[in-house]
């Protein structure tokens, strides 16, 4: 009888240590969505506003291809981004235009090694 008894307090043991570890291990995958999702807002924060907020980095990046009259590969763009006024790094431009191109963003677009705007939806949209 005093067996049994152990027997079950131990099933009993293992089974809400089971459900802990469940839970934790839920809470981890809740926690790295979180972290995801703050990763996202990082981005989207930083995608925004250059290190000083005057402007996002898209709108410095369409006024220097509005400017230009060829295509431009990304480090032509960001020096003239940068005569524009841009201060961000060119690692964040670059990270950007990945991004941009990656949703077919209708503005800003890679073609080959050259990097092209669709000119009459800015001036459309201004």
Known sequence: ??????T????????????VEDKISRL?????????????FD????????EH???TAKEFAEEALLQ????MKPK?????????GYQGKF???????YKWNKRKDPIIFRVGEGLYSHRSSIQNQS
Do not use: C
Not at 28 to 40: C, Q, V
Not at 68 to 71: A, D, L, V
């Open 43 to 50: 981005w989207l924060e930083q995608n925004f506003f250059d």
């Open 1 to 6: 009888m005093v067996k049994s008894e152990n």
């Open 91 to 97: 690692q964040n431009l670059y990270m950007y235009l």
């Open 28 to 40: 981890n995958k809740d926690i790295e969505s979180l972290k995801k999702e703050l990763e996202h």
């Open 53 to 55: 907020g005057k402007k």
């Open 8 to 19: 079950v307090t131990l099933a009993t043991i293992r089974s809400k240590r089971n459900t």
């Open 76 to 84: 032509e763009l960001y020096e003239a981004m940068k005569q524009g």
């Open 68 to 71: 230009s009259e060829k295509p």
